[in-house]
């Protein structure tokens, strides 16, 4: 790993040569290159370049590895766990220039995109076509930036995760070359699995440039409900009986007790505090949405649901899920002036309600308020930590709830991130969960990337 | 890549002196494990070794990598590609042994099985539990075999292949050491994604020997549907018709008019010789199923479909469907004496019929008899060149129609290979496929097995 901070005068030289007036390293566009929405380790960058295509940023890789400098590819800066911070110093290469829409095809519902594009630019140039791209992770985030996390959210428990739902990449290696991964076909055994090598990889072996996505058609039917339960066991059994009888949920959240009451501190909506599912079901027509709700009312019934509303109107509906969608941000308006720190375990399902019972009662039991909210569906739950960054106490409390946390989440079988990724925050979690795979790791890194140039610092010490 | 033959005897000694009896290197052992179903290329390995655990495959790979001698795992031999072939000599590891299911959670619709595990063992024991691993490749493949190839089947178009429903892996590296990749976790973003790396690379960078595998509940109601079609077009355009209108079509399967008149030689079926689709629905209950149906006759009536048939009882449905199953082999009776070459492109299913049509034109124009099938709903399909083995005119023809086959499909933006793998048989193929990503490939390698013991000579010239 190699930062000569002296070569960083003729590299921004030759980077102007090449882009012009897209390099800076002013400090305002620095600083905003410095971190993603981790409230610490933020580290500017050297330089900002602003490519607009795969034959820029290979240039651009091309030029870093000539001086040596590190780059770190950033695209929404939404990410939670300090992925495109400067750690190195170095480039930091913007891929929101790359943000075409390079192909669609209605009939094989797949689309090709350049990595800046965000899945909201992606949705609105669908509206017209029935099809839709439903990878919800919350934030408006870029194809790129979620490649690189592994992303998922709401939606995954029916239509999977980014790993499901990439068919191809266009990768900029460490040295500037350009492979194509994958392809067009919906599945292909030729050769090794590049393009899931790079999913998750935060950029550390190749600079995702372009991506070919799978398509969902819109259902012609949706219909969302919500329930009340007397207890967080009633609540995820609900959903392990409705995922053991097949039906097919769409999305169900998890909102508990304290984060309701977020819910109702922020938007007045006078919700029992008690732990909450919010449910989407979709299909061809109403009569199969209808079935699908009637069947989880019923396992809701037995299990301690209460108060089990639909709501198929389409703006009960988005009234329903901004509510869930802004529960985090909701939350915080329990403790004024704090931040959240987003934590994202992953339990097997049958420890859930265990593994959050005893995070609830870790919270509780110290000096911060954390509301949980979860893709119960998964076994991924997030604490968010309320606390003052500037207070060291508080720092050291939230600290200590992940630690035990993330101990918690792998001694049930699970794993210390099932959304966010590594970064510079888990490092050490990662270690403790998959300590022997880890030289594997590092060879297949060292094998791509030999001068250690992309993204350093990132998953590995 | 590095053959010690005078290593063979003291490297049998300490294999006998590791295993006992369970080591064999008579003719017959050695020829059963020269090859898959594939044709030609037979290899036989020096030696075959029975393992029963993790740890004893753990302990020969370190003794392969002492003497330098290659490692070819080995499962039900059911590998269409040459995968098994030992074309540089050296070990055959026969994973057979390791037959045990190891945990079984039903509540989070996962299973522990070791590598040897067969398809239909897998269900057999999961038979009283409500839950089934749906993936069907044809063959009673073992779960490493599967893993190896990547392979899929005919309900990936809604369950996915295997790359989707493993969570994780046990894995012998080349030197003997084991790692872990992925848990139990539904979703994880803790680094690099090695599973889906194993999964695919043929026992080229390391030996599955436990695979923690997704179930889903078996679905309280089943019905199936067979159609003739005037038109291949109708055909297709029926099933990307019922993709678009979201309906979760759980198989679709095409049997070209070729492959009917097999199926009509070998079962007096009587069927009209048309391009036919049989349809399989799983839903939660009846209503939901006959919904699915109800919706799919109409697409075909419209797309110049006839006698859509419902076979809603077990007994009817496992006739049709075992036609289908045995259609391959049924279409051997067109050609008595001969051998069938299975080829599986994969193209998006916008050129699908295209592809087919032109393959279809293409045999017809040739000397051999080549009857198509294949998964529609993810744009697979098998030409099965019906040929002597032993008349070079007729390897050369087949051969013939199968590069121009591959060539064809990549053009229309396929795969070479949608689910068999490379093995021997189609390195020149993927060449052609991923010529820039291939020097990837081939770090990734040579980071995992610097001596290029595990599986030579495969996926690689």
């Known amino acids: 790993m190699t930062t000569l901070q002296s070569s960083i005068g003729p590299l921004v030289a030759e980077l102007t040569d090449l882009l012009g007036e897209r390099v800076s390293t002013t400090e305002a566009v620095r600083d905003h290159h410095s971190r993603g929405e981790l409230h610490f380790g933020a580290a500017p960058p050297d330089v900002v370049a602003f490519p607009a295509s795969t034959d820029e940023v290979s240039r651009i890789a091309a030029l870093c590895t000539k001086h040596r400098v590190p780059m770190i590819p950033f695209g929404a800066g939404t990410s939670l766990e300090g992925h495109v911070s400067a750690v190195q110093g170095g480039v930091s290469i913007d891929l929101t220039g790359l943000n075409r829409i390079l192909r669609l095809s209605a009939e094989d519902l797949d689309v090709t995109v350049e990595a800046g594009v965000t899945r909201q630019q992606l949705n609105d140039h669908l509206k017209t076509t029935g099809l839709t791209f439903f990878l919800d992770p919350g934030a408006d985030a870029t194809v790129g930036g979620m490649i690189a996390t592994g992303a998922s959210g709401t939606t995954a428990v029916r239509y999977g995760t980014i790993r499901e739902n ?27 699995d590049l393009t899931r090598l790079m999913i998750g990889s935060e950029g550390t072996l190749g600079i995702v440039t372009e991506a070919t996505l799978r398509l969902q058609a819109l259902p012609d039917a949706v219909t969302s409900a919500v329930a009340s339960f007397e207890t967080l066991e009633g609540a995820v059994d609900t959903v392990i009986a409705a995922i053991q009888l097949g039906i097919p949920v769409a999305r169900c959240e998890l909102v508990d007790e304290v984060a309701v009451e977020g819910l109702n501190r922020a938007n007045n909506l006078g919700l029992e505090p008690a732990p909450m599912v919010f449910f989407e079901f979709h299909g061809p027509t109403e009569r199969a949405v209808e079935e699908q709700a009637e069947l989880v009312k019923e396992l809701a019934d037995d299990r301690g649901g209460r108060g089990f509303q639909w709501a198929s109107s389409l703006e009960e509906r988005n009234r329903l899920w901004r509510a869930r969608h802004e529960a985090a941000y909701a939350t915080l308006t329990l403790a004024p002036g704090k931040k959240g720190w987003a934590t994202d375990v992953c339990v097997p399902i049958s420890r859930l309600a265990e593994c959050i019972r005893e995070s609830r009662a870790d919270i509780d039991a110290s000096t911060l308020l954390g509301p949980i909210v979860g893709h119960i569906g998964d076994g991924n739950f997030h604490c968010l930590y309320l606390y003052d960054p500037d207070d060291s106490a508080e720092v050291d409390e939230a600290r200590r709830l992940n630690d035990r946390l993330v101990n918690r989440a792998l001694a049930m ?46 998953i590995f010490r």
């Open 413 to 458: 079988g699970g794993t210390c991130t099932g959304e966010h990724g590594i970064g510079v925050g888990k490092i050490a979690s990662l270690e403790k969960e998959h300590g022997d795979a880890i030289p594997v790791m590092r060879a297949v890194k060292q094998a791509l990337d030999p001068e250690g140039l992309l993204n350093p610092g990132k």
């Open 166 to 192: 990439v068919l191809g990449l266009t990768v900029v290696l460490a040295d500037g070359r350009v492979i194509r991964t994958g392809g067009r076909a919906r599945k292909s055994s030729a050769g090794y």
